[in-house]
């Protein structure tokens, strides 16, 4: 089972700032199957970058994945309010099973 | 509009059964493998089971494997987790997802809002 490791765990910013993610993967993920998702809270996950760095639909071109191997990174380039929440990175490949990180929760400094 | 919408959730006590559908709709069903992601209260998403477009691969996460049952009906539109010997550590929102392949491989890129599991005596 490949194990996906996020940090830092909490992120505290502030609207307009530069955030970068990490996502550490236990062993090689193929970056075709490698995923970010946002989740709000009372909310269900929203599909944010698939194949580690191609945007999903809808999604604004602040955010932006990269990353090969075992190093991936969200980087959202100018955070809106609307952009405080948790995400997950999600490696889909080496399946089953599929592994979710742990999260990273990014709040309003 | 792309929809799923999970139902069955409910307060079951430890050891007995529960049955969740996914129903789906505004896409053709029968194109696409489909998942279910499960969330213990305050934590992280977990993979829970897949099923592929035409039932012919089911996997399992290692914690359910043996208890839970992934089934569709792709006539029905409708994904199902058979939930046997239910513990308390299945507690947990249930989550359906679509997963996409096309040019690309999307992963999962449509979610239902969940149904609640609580199991408790």
């Known amino acids: 089972e490949i194990v996906l490791t996020q940090s830092p765990g909490t992120l505290s910013l502030s609207p307009g700032e530069r955030v970068t993610l990490s996502c550490r993967a236990s062993q090689t993920v193929s970056s075709s199957y490698l995923a970010w998702y946002q989740q709000k809270p009372g909310q269900a996950p929203r599909l944010l970058i698939y194949g580690a760095s191609s945007r999903a639909t809808g999604i604004p071109d602040r955010f932006s994945g990269s990353g090969s191997g075992t190093d991936f990174t969200l980087t959202i380039s100018r955070l809106e309010p609307e952009d405080f929440a948790v995400y997950y990175c999600q490696q889909y490949g080496s399946s089953p099973p599929i592994t979710f990180g742990q999260g990273t929760r990014l709040e309003i400094k | 509009e792309v929809q799923l919408v999970e139902s069955g959730g409910g307060l079951v006590q430890p050891g007995r059964s529960l049955r969740l559908s996914c129903a789906a709709s505004g896409f053709t069903f029968d194109d696409h493998a489909m998942h279910w992601v499960r969330q213990a209260p305050g934590k992280g998403l977990e993979w829970v089971s897949g099923i592929t477009w035409n039932s012919g691969s089911r996997d399992y996460a290692d914690s359910v494997k043996g208890r839970f049952t992934i089934s569709r009906d792709n006539a029905k539109n409708s994904l199902y987790l058979q939930m046997n010997s239910l513990r308390a550590e299945d507690t947990a929102l249930y989550y359906c997802?679509?997963?996409?392949?096309?040019?690309?491989?999307?992963?999962?890129?449509?979610w239902g809002q969940g149904t609640t599991v609580t199991v408790s005596s």
């Open positions: 997802a679509k997963h996409s392949i096309a040019v690309a491989d999307y992963g999962m890129d449509v």
